[in-house]
């Protein structure tokens, strides 16, 4: 299975250090199923992997030399659920943009793929496509081209004169 949205919250919630109970009534769960919701999500390996993840991006940002801000990359707005706009507007066109987090490592891998799909009509136009009218007339050439008559003969005068 994959990591929802659900599964996500609940996963951040554990991260700003909430139990498994109240982080599973703030992914949204029913306080009656709550506490077994969250137990349940703590053993979850999609909730794992995502915990293993964020665990490692920290340690990074800890070991990294500390960067004027003049020299930090533009962040990619992954962290959290923190969506950077200013990103967002940096790019000329639709299509960079869905380039851009396609080809973000940072960005969680469904939104990756998401952004993939939405760039394939881009990329591959569809096998046939077109409208009725265009493969009406595809059609009615292919057909016309095998019982269509040859090309009249050029009438010549004698003496190389066109009539």
Partial sequence: MALTGKKRLFAEALLAGKSNKQAALDAGYSPASASAAGSRL????DVLAHLARK???QEKLAQAPAQSDADQPP???AEGSKFDISLAVSHQNPRAFLMAAMNDLVLEPKLRIDAAKALMPFEFAKKGEGGKKEQQA???KKVASKFSQG???KLVASGGKSV
């Fill in 55 to 57: 665990k490692v991006k």
């Fill in 42 to 45: 703590a053993k979850d390996q």
């Fill in 151 to 153: 090309a009249s003969p």
């Fill in 75 to 77: 962040s990619s707005g």
């Fill in 138 to 140: 595809d059609a009615a």
